[in-house]
Every structure is written in C-alpha cells, then in structure tokens.
C-alpha cells in the first residue's frame, strides 16, 4: 500500500461499526479525507470534504499508522522542523485542519503554533490522540497528565491565538459543553478497527 491510500478512504457508511457512532439528526456521516499533504493529494476533493493533513503518516503503513502514530516511538511533530509548508489551493484551505501531537513533550505551545502558522496552517485537530488508548494504557497516560482534557487545553490555547480548531475524540467522550462549542467538528471513533466518522459542532 502507499501513501495515496490515506487520500482516498473507504467511504465511511460502508465501514462495518459506523453507524454505532453518533451522527446528528440521522444525518449521513460529513465526508473527510487524510492526506500526508502532498500536491496529488488535492486532486479531486469534493465540495463539502473535509481534508486532515497529517504529513507525520508519511512513510507509514497505512493500516496501522494512524494508531501507532501517538506512542512515544514516533516524533509526530517533527514536520515542524523541516521545510514542510501547507500547499492546499486556495479555496481548500478552510477545509485543511492539520493533525498535530497535542501531548508534545520535545516542543512547547509557541514551537509548535508559530512555524505552522508561518507555513500556512491555519487549522489543527488534535491527531494523533491520546485517546486512541483505553484501559491500563490509558490508565497509565493518565497518570502522566497524557489526557483528552490536556488535549483539549492544547487546542484551546490554539484558537486563543487564532487557529480553528477541531477535535478527535472517542465516541462516547463527553467533555462540558461549554468545551465542545470551541470545536468546527469532533471526528469521533471506537478505537483501531473502527472507522472515523465526523460529528459537525
């Protein structure tokens, strides 16, 4: 497999376990794209898609590196430091929230907001999550602070400072209300062999 498989993903209402996830007023799941963020990866998105630019999946199995993605074997954010830049056309750019590691603990809120935005980013969502985890994994990132609430605190400091922002979160993750109205979109999920469905705030 390649990395052209992130770009164009089975579609969600056919993936075994998605209708277990909540979907608003019987609403068909909104449709969505994970691309690396290379110049092929912008070809034929639809209208109303939204795309999830994770360029850390470069160079991962496809089937696997999405989950794996957020254990500390793997420097999601170190796109930061090289020469990646956002080259989405113009009239996708609202549509791209870039998947950033909330949970960093080699960069600080500022290493990591002020190079993104100077390399076109305007959105983020929290991916990879810490939230893929459950049980004593979970137990024990929690234990180290490792949380969605820390995750959410991440994104909030982002749109403090201009981002959009979008959240990744399980399916039956309910933080405060008052917490979710920050999010565009919550892309909810059951854990690896799920599929991802978004719930549009």
Request: net charge negative.
């Amino acid at each position: 497999m390649t990395d052209s498989t992130y770009a164009k993903p089975q579609s969600l209402t056919r993936v075994p376990g998605a209708a277990e996830l909540p979907v608003r007023h019987g609403e068909p799941p909104r449709p969505f794209r994970i691309v690396t963020g290379t110049e092929q990866d912008w070809e034929g998105v639809a209208a109303d898609e939204l795309v999830l630019v994770c360029p850390w999946l470069a160079g991962l199995d496809p089937a696997t590196g999405l989950w794996l993605a957020a254990l500390p074997i793997h420097d999601c954010n170190a796109f930061i430091d090289g020469d990646w830049v956002l080259n989405a056309p113009a009239q996708l750019r609202e549509r791209c929230y870039v998947g950033v590691f909330a949970l960093d603990r080699l960069r600080s809120g500022p290493q990591i907001f002020g190079p993104l935005r100077d390399r076109g980013v305007t959105r983020l969502i929290n991916l990879p999550s810490v939230s893929f985890f459950d049980g004593a994994t979970a137990q024990t990132f929690g234990r180290l602070s490792f949380t969605l609430e820390s995750e959410i605190a991440f994104l909030a400091q982002a749109r403090s400072l201009g981002f959009g922002t979008a959240l990744c979160a399980r399916a039956e993750a309910e933080p405060a209300p008052g917490r979710m109205a920050q999010f565009d979109f919550v892309l909810r999920h059951r854990g690896p062999g799920h599929p991802l469905v978004i719930e549009d705030g």
